[in-house]
């Protein structure tokens, strides 16, 4: 397959899908992970992504098949492939020697003491503010946060799943 960027194998491998073009071996095994990683998105960003790329159904369509806009369609898509490219970076990885390349620092993720943190970060209720959060992480932890939208990302594209179960 030669050096390949990311980018260029998730649209290899949807337009092989789509194709049904395959040895059957080893796709099995590629479309088994890529199904496990589909299958832990959203349903709205799943939806979005096998309507787009699997059965090529232009935006509009989706749009009105979701009953949202253009643009909501589209969010869907980028951060499905944001979250796909995260769960299948390893396998990738491992079986095209292709890397993701360099993801933008998460200063939760990059902290010494990523589970404290993150404990933290999970205690926050729904009706509380963002303030007892930033204050215990540079308290306790000594982990500068700058906008609360960064423990949002976090938890919505780094969090340890070892964590959802605790």
Not at 37 to 64: G, K, Q, T, V, W
Not at 75 to 97: H, P
Not at 116 to 145: C, D, G, H, Q, Y
Request: a positive charge.
């Amino acid at each position: 397959m030669g050096t390949m960027r990311y980018e260029e194998w998730m649209d290899w491998y949807c337009q092989k899908s789509s194709a049904g073009n395959s040895s059957q071996s080893q796709d099995n095994e590629l479309s088994q992970k890529v199904r496990e990683a589909l299958n832990r998105l959203e349903p709205s960003e799943r939806e979005a992504l096998e309507l787009f790329h699997f059965l090529a159904r232009p935006l509009d369509e989706i749009s009105a098949r979701m009953n949202l806009t253009r643009r909501g369609v589209e969010r869907r898509i980028r951060s499905g492939r944001l979250k796909l490219r995260r769960l299948l970076a390893g396998y990738v990885q491992t079986r095209y020697g292709i890397t993701t390349g360099p993801e933008k620092k998460c200063v939760i993720c990059d902290a010494e003491k990523r589970v404290e943190a993150e404990k933290i970060v999970l205690s926050k209720s729904p009706e509380e503010t963002w303030r007892r959060v930033l204050r215990e992480l540079r308290e306790k932890l000594n982990i500068n946060v700058r906008s609360p939208q960064t423990l949002v990302g976090h938890i919505k594209y780094h969090r340890l799943e070892s964590l959802d179960n605790q």
